[in-house]
């Protein structure tokens, strides 16, 4: 995934996009919303590499807000952290079974306590 998302970047996709949505992406509310979003299709790690290139000079809130948002997010779903995937794995091996609605039943509630937590 790490090399997925330099190729991201270095193709300019990811640029040109926020170029064309007039959207600032370095404020830190932004960055948090998107990090915990974003966080559910691409995993966290990945998308804290190609969120890093995009924030220039980084302010330590801001950085804050991208670790908050994208480690919050890896509670919300399966898919939010890789972590979560060998876990389920490794139970399914042992005859327990976690499916992904009865993970995010829980997840999802939590997650936004805690993105409310962190944004005051």
Excluded: C
């Amino acid at each position: 995934m790490l090399v997925l998302m330099s190729s991201v970047w270095q193709t300019g996709i990811m640029q040109q996009q926020v170029n064309e949505l007039h959207i600032d992406l370095t404020t830190t509310s932004a960055i948090m919303l998107l990090s915990a979003s974003f966080s559910q299709l691409i995993s966290n790690v990945p998308l804290v590499a190609l969120y890093l290139r995009m924030l220039a000079h980084p302010s330590p809130e801001s950085l804050m807000a991208l670790a908050a948002g994208s480690t919050i997010a890896g509670n919300m779903l399966i898919l939010g952290a890789a972590s979560n995937v060998i876990i389920i794995h490794h139970a399914e091996k042992h005859g327990a079974t976690l499916v992904f609605f009865e993970f995010a039943r829980i997840g999802i509630p939590l997650g936004f306590i805690n993105l409310l937590i962190y944004w005051t």
